[in-house]
């Protein structure tokens, strides 16, 4: 029999947070529509040297559209594993357009992969495809979170 996982919070101060999020490129964005009603979408993130989250997107989104209008977002924070631990960090938001957003770009793709083989055709396809960057700068953050059994559970004859 497997053991049981039992759920935990742990408060982190922002170095942590920073270090958590800095190696999980799965999260989920939160922006507020026009009626004031939640839009979330799956995106992927990079974390830039001033431990802002940068998003990659287009101007035609819904979460582009709700961040000009009111400028503020949370992220849930995934680890690969979906049953793995996460954070919800929330903060101000800004949408960088072209050009100034290609060097953002530049810098989303390196927090998550590395180098490109080519950085010129790197920044040509971002302008070709209209992109824009969104930087989400963490003013409040919770703890590193983990599903499970109520912790009341452990040390029962069952969860």
């Keep these: ?7 935990s919070d742990t408060p982190v101060e922002r170095s942590e947070m920073l270090e958590f999020i800095g190696v999980r490129h799965h999260a989920i964005i939160s922006t507020t529509r026009a009626d004031e009603s939640p839009q979330m979408s799956p995106v ?4 830039d040297a001033s431990g802002a989250i ?4 287009y101007p035609e989104r819904a979460k582009v559209k709700n961040l ?7 992220l849930c924070v995934l ?3 979906f049953g793995g631990e996460w954070i919800q960090v929330g903060g101000a938001a800004e949408v960088i357009d072209l050009p100034e957003a290609v060097d953002v770009l530049v810098t989303y793709y390196r927090s998550i992969s590395g180098e490109h083989r080519d950085w ?3 920044r040509e396809a971002m302008v070709t495809q209209g992109k824009v960057a969104i930087r989400v700068t ?3 953050w919770g703890p590193i979170s983990r599903g499970g059994f109520p912790p009341g559970l452990a040390g029962s004859q069952r969860p």
Excluded: C, F, K, N
């Design 138 to 140: 963490p003013q409040v």
């Design 68 to 74: 000009r209008r009111r400028p503020r977002a949370s």
């Design 54 to 57: 940068l998003v990659a997107s």
């Design 79 to 81: 680890s690969d594993d």
């Design 120 to 122: 010129a055709e790197y």
């Design 1 to 7: 029999m497997v053991a049981p996982t039992y759920a």
């Design 44 to 47: 992927t993130i990079g974390v």
